[in-house]
C-alpha cells in the first residue's frame, strides 16, 4: 500500500457525460500527479499540482481539467467523454519541494474510466 | 524533449534465475533520476528502484540492483533469484531534478516479465 487513495476504483459511464476521479496523496506529500495508461498511449503525464498551485501540464486536454484543495486532495474533471477516453488513470504524490530525494512519487491504485 | 526506450517488450526467466531488462534514454540534462517501477495484474504501480544521476554507485534495493552508465544513458535492471511474485510490466522512467518541484515522469512502453515455475 503506498499509502495514495483513489476513488472511485471503477467508473462506468456513456460519451458525453462528465465524471470526477478523486485523489489523496501521502500523509505529508505536497505534490500530486495525474497519469493516464492506455493500450494506445501507453502511461501519460497529464498536469501537477504543488501545496495547490498547478505546476506542469503535460498531454492534458482541453476537456480535462484538475484541481488541489487546501486539505491537498486532487480531483481530475474529465468532460464531454469519448471512447478513446477510455483508460486507467493514476494519481501519484511525492514531498516535493525541489531538494533532493523529495521527488520519488507513489502511485495510487487507479480508476479504471470505461466510456460506453 | 526526453525519451525512453525499453526494446525488449517481451521476457522470461525461469524461477530463481537471474534475468536483465534493459532501458536506454536520452537527454541533454544533467540532473535527473531514473526509475523501475513494477506493475503486476492488479494494475498496481510499484517502485522498485531509484537512481540519480549524479551518483555514480548503482543502486540496489534487495534482489533488484541496476546498471547504470550515465554516458551511454543505459540504465538495465537486474533481477536475481527470480519469484513467480516478479511476474509482471517494468517501466523504466526518467525525471529530470526540478528546484521548482516540476516533476513529471516519462515512461517507457514497458517489459511484460514472465517467471516461470
Known amino acids: 500500500d503506498s499509502g495514495v487513495t483513489q476513488t472511485p476504483k471503477h467508473l462506468i459511464t456513456a460519451t458525453g457525460q462528465r465524471v470526477t476521479l478523486r485523489c489523496s496523496p501521502r500523509s505529508g506529500d505536497l505534490s500530486v500527479y495525474w497519469y493516464q495508461q492506455s493500450l494506445d498511449q501507453g502511461l501519460q503525464f497529464l498536469i501537477q499540482?504543488?501545496?495547490?498551485?498547478?505546476?506542469a501540464k503535460g498531454n492534458i486536454l482541453e476537456r480535462f481539467s484538475a484541481q488541489q484543495f487546501p486539505d491537498l486532495h486532487s480531483e481530475l474533471n474529465l468532460s464531454s467523454l469519448e471512447l478513446g477516453d477510455s483508460a486507467l488513470y493514476f494519481c501519484?504524490?511525492?514531498?516535493?519541494?525541489?531538494?533532493?530525494?523529495?521527488?520519488?512519487?507513489?502511485f495510487g491504485p487507479g480508476t479504471r474510466l470505461t466510456v460506453l | 524533449a526526453q525519451t525512453v526506450t525499453q526494446s525488449q517488450p517481451e521476457m522470461s526467466v525461469q524461477e530463481a534465475e537471474t534475468v536483465t531488462l534493459s532501458c536506454t534514454y536520452d537527454t541533454s540534462e544533467n540532473n535527473y533520476y531514473l526509475f523501475w517501477y513494477k506493475q503486476p495484474p492488479s494494475r498496481q504501480m510499484i517502485l522498485v528502484i531509484r537512481q540519480e544521476a549524479y551518483k555514480q554507485q548503482n543502486a540496489t534495493e534487495n534482489r533488484f540492483s541496476v546498471n547504470f552508465q550515465k554516458a551511454a544513458k543505459s540504465f538495465s535492471l537486474k533481477i536475481s533469484d527470480s519469484q513467480l511474485g516478479d511476474t509482471a510490466m517494468y517501466f523504466c522512467a526518467f525525471m529530470k531534478h526540478s528546484v521548482r518541484s516540476q516533476g513529471n515522469l516519462i515512461f517507457g512502453k514497458g517489459t511484460k516479465l514472465s517467471v516461470k515455475p
Open positions: 499540482y504543488y501545496n495547490g498551485e498547478e505546476r
Open positions: 501519484a504524490s511525492s514531498m516535493g519541494g525541489g531538494t533532493r530525494g523529495t521527488d520519488t512519487q507513489y
